[in-house]
């Protein structure tokens, strides 16, 4: 064979190469916009159906890196090699990255049970391992919550599944909790009115159940109450401040005395004999 069979032979075996990569490349771009268009296409469908979106772009997510393999196989067909080997490769390379990445698999199984289970969703406000937020994404392995001071916090999934969970959002209405000290000398039942009428008057306080007010506890400045109104969970920072204020106004408007602590030890007197009782006195605050 001389050099110029050598070089027909090299040109035809690139030029049928290059026509097989070129073939390769429009098959991948054509393919992956039809992957694109058919998740559009589902995901319209899933939204018709009113579907959760959370589990919406769970089953987005699977579909679409099912295809992609499913297209990286063909195009290896294409190249002429065995697929039935390609997918024994796959699969023993499957069960190695399960044995290295046990801990990833569990975050993605546990994913797929709040999914299935859905103790909560997109936008509620939850506390799950130790963080306290809304949700903002549930996706295949982890979670993303937005905390109060806007933080982005991600959390995988096995550890939200395995902890406690509180869905704050869940029920209709949730309790505000906060105390109100009195001075010994106010008569309770006044205090207990000024505050029931004037928190009833607080936006987006809730009149069923109607607001708490109730004596709790007694220390050295007086009487204790609770002043538990109920609100929904989105209007609570709101109630709690707006009810802070309410009792401020209402103690003062009713013009109470100041709550103090009053201490008393045996000391000296004045002129020197022992044993004489003297007291201390000092200001507690109105509100604890």
């Known amino acids: 064979m001389n050099f110029n069979q050598i070089g027909q032979v ?10 097989k990569i070129l073939g390769a490349i429009a098959l991948w771009i054509i393919a992956q916009r039809l992957i694109d268009f058919a998740i559009r296409l589902i995901r319209r469908g899933f939204r018709s159906q009113h579907v959760d979106p959370t589990l919406v772009n769970y089953l987005l997510n699977i579909i679409s890196v099912t295809l992609r393999i499913v297209l990286i196989v063909a195009i290896l067909g294409f190249f002429g090699v065995e697929t039935t080997s390609f997918a024994a490769l796959l699969a023993a ?7 290295a990445w046990g ?13 299935v289970f859905s103790p909560f969703k997109v936008g509620d406000f939850i506390t799950a391992a130790g963080v306290t ?3 903002t994404e549930i996706g295949l392995f982890t979670t993303n919550i937005t905390t109060p001071d806007n933080v982005l916090t991600i959390v995988a999934n096995n550890k939200i599944f395995s902890d406690n969970i509180q869905n704050f959002s869940a029920n209709p209405y949730r309790r505000v909790d906060l105390l109100a000290q009195l001075h010994h000398n ?4 006044d205090a207990i009115a000024r505050l029931k009428t004037k928190i009833t008057q607080i936006p987006n ?7 708490d007010v109730e004596i709790i506890t007694f220390n050295l400045a007086g009487p204790v109450l609770a002043v538990r109104p109920y609100c929904n969970n989105e209007h609570y920072w709101q109630v709690y401040f707006d009810t802070n ?19 008393a030890f045996s000391g000296p007197s004045p002129d020197g004999r022992p044993d004489d009782t003297s007291s201390i006195i000092s200001s507690a605050s109105l509100i604890s």
């Open 133 to 135: 937020g809304t949700v």
């Open 186 to 189: 106010v008569d309770h039942n």
């Open 245 to 263: 204020k309410a009792i401020r106004e209402a103690f003062g408007e009713a013009g109470y005395p100041i709550p103090e602590q009053r201490y």
């Open 205 to 211: 306080v809730v009149n069923n159940p109607a607001p």
């Open 93 to 99: 390379a499957g069960v190695a990255i399960g044995a």
């Open 10 to 19: 090299a040109i035809a075996l690139l030029t049928t190469f290059g026509l």
């Open 103 to 115: 801990g990833l698999l569990a975050n993605f199984a546990a994913g797929a049970f709040l999914i």
